[in-house]
């Protein structure tokens, strides 16, 4: 399956160090920096917005891989692109016309991914699997860092494996939420081929060592 690929997730860095944390990000072993965007409507929280956004990106020498947790993301997709994003990941639940979603994304020359909520069964995928550059499986209720992993995700991973061998698609299987030391390996052999972390990174005592960590985990 490849090498498996670590993001720390932005949400859970000191915002009143944000360049120091990115730096950390930049030196470590990570592939790509998860940033989460939260509108306070489609989850019950905001996050951050475009200037923060923009700031960001400028500093980052990893992959952007942005995770939209907002209503209507159409609206944004061209903008996204602007602010720097390489990969733009929507919710599965808002989006009633994610074939046409997704096609936008890629004609803007980002990957394109789909967020599924706990609840979101992984068989309503299956007619458009092979249009999806990567799913990202929330291990979570999305809108807040440092919630406990939710068990059922080894299921989603493991049925999204199997949509994805018998449809013969490309696509990449993103965690999100909960990941620890503790989760990482039984994750990648369950079939995960991305790990977001929040908490576990930036609130550790050593996040570029614990950023090592999962990827020697992961990689092991
Ligand atoms: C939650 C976000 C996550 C969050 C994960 O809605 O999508 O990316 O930052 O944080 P941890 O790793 O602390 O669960
Ligand atoms: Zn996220």
Not at 75 to 95: Q, R
Not at 134 to 140: E, F, G, H, P
Not at 151 to 179: C, F, H, P, Q, S
Request: proline fraction near 4%.
């Amino acid at each position: 399956m490849g090498s498996k690929l670590i993001a720390p997730s932005l949400l859970a860095a000191d915002f009143a160090n944000l360049q120091r944390d990115i730096e950390m990000v930049n030196q470590s072993n990570a592939d790509w920096f998860h940033i989460d965007v939260m509108d306070g409507v489609f989850v019950p929280n905001i996050s951050y917005g475009m200037p923060v956004l923009q700031a960001i990106t400028k500093h980052t020498k990893k992959t952007v891989d942005v995770h939209l947790m907002i209503v209507e993301p159409d609206k944004y997709i061209s903008t996204f692109k602007k602010l720097g994003a390489n990969n733009l990941t929507v919710h599965y639940e808002a989006c009633p016309h994610l074939h046409r979603t997704l096609q936008a994304i890629k004609a803007e020359g980002m990957k394109a991914g789909v967020a599924l909520n706990p609840h979101t069964n992984i068989s309503l995928l299956e007619d458009i699997i092979n249009d999806i550059d990567l799913v990202l499986i929330m291990s979570v209720n999305p809108g807040f860092g440092g919630q406990s992993f939710i068990e059922n995700t080894y299921n989603k991973i493991k049925a999204l494996r199997e949509l994805i061998i018998r449809k013969g698609a490309k696509t990449l299987i993103e965690i999100d939420g909960g990941v620890s030391a503790a989760n990482a390996k039984m994750l990648v052999d369950t079939g995960a081929d991305i790990l977001v972390a929040g908490s576990f990174v930036f609130k550790s005592e050593h996040p570029l060592e614990t950023i090592k960590e999962l990827k020697t985990i992961t990689n092991s």
